[in-house]
């Protein structure tokens, strides 16, 4: 770890429910007897994380500690790479998590602990992670995202949407996700939908996708058991239409995975996904809204420097 690097902290108040918020003193304090030479940036509103990530490194900044969720770490990471520049190599990203769900942490073994994660960070045992970018065509309107943990579609994005509503009712914790999964339910309707993966068309009556780069979304739901961060490809889950005995008999089995053995659940790896439907499908990624259409996913292998929990993450020794 570099002496005089000055860390670049953004700490999004409003992560966790307020949590955020709540706990700036003692994130403070953390940063202050760690004795990293850091600066405080205070996210003010949606999309603020996205501008301050890109001002920041646009002027030179290199490293950088996300304090708060999954959703704050999305817009950050977006910052990064709709401003980098020459020095984009040399980023490296930590986490201070603060969310709610906070998946992301869960596949590179950081514990959701202020004072432990620092230590990791402290650490600083760094891989160089895949990133995704996925363009999203609605109503004759292109846009484009990079995310770095999963992008989910029908079923998850619904979930996704539900969920940030209640978050922002002030709901918090697993209840958050448990009756996201359940309202989103009884709301959703499968549709005929063509998924293309690296040329391959396989045409489904989805009831959801989720394309991972990380193995866990929805609180702790490993979606995507066989996704490797590191390994240049998407993992894909790929859920057709399920009954109501279908959700009770895999609702545990998704949080460790073992509902992919179901007959209705096929997984694929590959480097492009299109995603097209008979009629306007939801979108997410990294737990972030994208709105209804069509979508197209690339694997950008090896672009962001992330710090990890070496004592947990296996795969990379």
Same mark, same amino acid.
């Given at each position: 770890?570099?002496?005089?690097?000055?860390?670049?902290?953004?700490?999004?108040?409003?992560? $966790?429910?307020?949590?955020?918020?709540?706990?700036? @003193?003692?994130?403070?304090?953390?940063?202050?007897? =760690? !004795? %990293? #030479?850091?600066?405080?940036?205070?996210?003010?509103?949606?999309?603020?994380?996205?501008?301050?990530?890109?001002?920041?490194?646009?002027?030179?900044?290199?490293?950088?500690?996300?304090?708060?969720?999954?959703?704050?770490?999305?817009?950050?990471?977006?910052?990064?790479?709709?401003?980098?520049?020459?020095?984009?190599?040399?980023?490296?990203?930590?986490?201070?998590?603060?969310?709610?769900?906070?998946?992301?942490?869960?596949?590179?073994?950081?514990?959701?602990?202020?004072?432990?994660?620092?230590?990791?960070?402290?650490?600083?045992?760094?891989?160089?992670?895949?990133?995704?970018?996925?363009?999203?065509?609605?109503?004759?309107?292109?846009?484009?995202?990079?995310?770095?943990?999963?992008?989910?579609? $029908?079923?998850?994005?619904?979930?996704?949407?539900? @969920?940030?509503?209640?978050?922002?009712?002030?709901? =918090? !914790? %697993? #209840?958050?996700?448990?009756?996201?999964?359940?309202?989103?339910?009884?709301?959703?309707?499968?549709?005929?939908?063509?998924?293309?993966?690296?040329?391959?068309?396989?045409?489904?009556?989805?009831?959801?996708?989720?394309?991972?780069?990380?193995?866990?979304?929805?609180?702790?739901?490993?979606?995507?058991?066989?996704?490797?961060?590191?390994?240049?490809?998407?993992?894909?889950?790929?859920?057709?239409?399920?009954?109501?005995?279908?959700?009770?008999?895999?609702?545990?089995?998704?949080?460790?995975?073992?509902?992919?053995?179901?007959?209705?659940?096929?997984?694929?790896?590959?480097?492009?996904?299109?995603?097209?439907?008979?009629?306007?499908?939801?979108?997410?990624?990294?737990?972030?809204?994208?709105?209804?259409?069509?979508?197209?996913?690339?694997?950008?292998?090896?672009?962001?420097?992330?710090?990890?929990?070496?004592?947990?993450?296996?795969?990379?020794?």
């Amino acid at each position: 770890m570099k002496p005089d690097v000055c860390w670049q902290v953004i700490l999004n108040p409003h992560a $966790g429910c307020g949590k955020g918020g709540r706990d700036k @003193a003692k994130i403070d304090s953390i940063l202050n007897y =760690s !004795g %990293l #030479r850091y600066c405080m940036h205070e996210s003010e509103y949606a999309g603020h994380a996205f501008v301050l990530a890109k001002d920041l490194v646009i002027n030179g900044s290199t490293h950088f500690i996300v304090a708060g969720g999954d959703g704050t770490l999305n817009e950050i990471v977006n910052g990064i790479f709709n401003g980098k520049n020459s020095q984009c190599d040399q980023i490296v990203l930590g986490m201070l998590p603060v969310g709610t769900g906070n998946d992301w942490i869960r596949t590179f073994g950081i514990p959701d602990h202020y004072q432990m994660a620092m230590d990791i960070i402290l650490k600083g045992k760094a891989v160089v992670q895949d990133v995704g970018l996925v363009e999203h065509t609605e109503v004759g309107r292109n846009k484009s995202w990079f995310f770095v943990n999963i992008a989910g579609f $029908g079923f998850d994005a619904m979930v996704a949407a539900r @969920a940030n509503n209640l978050k922002n009712n002030g709901m =918090s !914790g %697993l #209840r958050v996700y448990i009756e996201s999964f359940l309202w989103s339910y009884f709301n959703h309707k499968a549709c005929q939908t063509s998924v293309v993966i690296d040329g391959e068309k396989l045409s489904v009556n989805l009831f959801s996708a989720s394309v991972g780069i990380g193995k866990f979304n929805g609180g702790g739901m490993m979606q995507v058991p066989d996704a490797n961060p590191v390994n240049g490809y998407f993992h894909i889950t790929i859920i057709r239409n399920l009954g109501i005995w279908g959700i009770l008999q895999n609702f545990l089995k998704l949080y460790n995975g073992t509902f992919i053995r179901d007959y209705r659940v096929s997984t694929h790896t590959g480097k492009q996904v299109q995603l097209t439907a008979e009629k306007p499908i939801s979108g997410e990624v990294d737990g972030e809204s994208m709105g209804n259409g069509s979508f197209n996913l690339q694997i950008i292998p090896h672009q962001l420097r992330v710090i990890y929990g070496e004592d947990k993450f296996k795969m990379l020794e």
